[in-house]
């Protein structure tokens, strides 16, 4: 027998005895034996008296808010009577002892933060910080424009449409009550900036040198999008010609996978925290860093394999955004940004709690392949490819679109766009029919 995440050893009955029992009804319940060393031995000189116990129920229930009492029994180890303390998950949390509250963490009991008193108080009520009414705002600080386009996102490819007005709306799925609007609703819709949604974008040449940046408040919904337009911005993208009408396109990461990071950083983002997020955009990474760390019931292994219950901090917000149809399944998000880089063939995304806050940094590679692959031009290489047109039609002005692509090594849709490129640049012009015209450099 030995510590673990349910039980502690005593070697007799203390202020230490109730801290333990506080840790454990404010997790998954547990028992204290006293009378044990540390290996779980009986004391010698251990004795339980005749009230003992009762007296030992007492203090605990007298120093504990709410009381918490314990189930006390004796029980025989190795021949030798020791006590045993008991007590269940609490239901309405946290459970304090002396002004202070605390968790079972593996076989030691660990002090709460006030994120983490706060965190569990909501959970008792099945409840979040963003459910919760907030006096500073009113209807007035909300863009009813922007509830309509809440409303065309949830109706795409919907059978019951929703065709209530905005104000019903909002108050059917309950961001709006008769006491308020919840914090909730205006993250998801104010009219006006959100500093409190802040987040810090930068695209970095080295870790101090900073080549574009960008502040975001907007309401959440569009902060998505202000985000990915950042991030496309800054990266590389590649088209691949296979011989199909339509040229492909490639990103250097793959571009759901990254509206996947951004939307989890913004669903689950402890608002109430003092920093700010931020995506800094490097040669060959990007980090995304979000305050509020992971829960501390699930650790990154779980995460990544998914062995975990998923806990939205944010419940309203969370419920909205899959409303609208921008989140497929709750606790599913990992997995496909997992398949999605698998699939690009780049480096797994690394997940890690830091400081105050969870980020996530994904790497690009050094050199794009892909096997149907049959040539990539960038738009650096269409530029030379262009330089290349003009000179050969310059050379012999009756070459024709197959002679350009042997000649060059492309295919001839690429020669096609080039040209039609350079046409309306008008640099290069067509003089007669396609049988028996010749080209014209201008």
Known sequence: ???DNRTEFKSSFSDAVIESLVAFTNTKGGKVLVGVDNQGDPVK????GVESLQNWVNEVKNKTQPSIIPDAEIITIQGKDVAS???QEFPIKPVSFKGRYFKRVGNSNHQLSLTEISDLHLKSFNSS???????EYTVDTLSLDKVRGFVAMCNKDREVRIEDDPLTVLAKFELIKASGVTNACYLLFANHDIFSANMELGRFDTATSIKDSLSVRSDLFTEVEDVINFVRKHINKSYIISGDPQREERWQY???AIREIVINMIVHRDYTHYGDSSVKIFNDRIEFFNPGRLPGDISIANLLSGQYISQARNKKIAATFKEAQLIEKYGSGIKRIQEAFADYELKAPLFENMQHGFQVTVYSATKLTSEKTSEKTSEK?????SEKILLMVTQNPLITIAELAANIGISNRSIERNISKLQKEKKLERKGADKGGF????
């Open 254 to 256: 793959p571009i759901p």
């Open 439 to 442: 080209w014209q450099t201008l």
């Open 129 to 135: 910080w963003d459910s919760y009414i907030n006096p």
């Open 85 to 87: 303390l008991s007590v």
């Open 1 to 3: 027998m030995q510590e």
């Open 45 to 48: 000189a251990f004795t339980i």
């Open 381 to 385: 290489t269409s530029e030379k490819t």
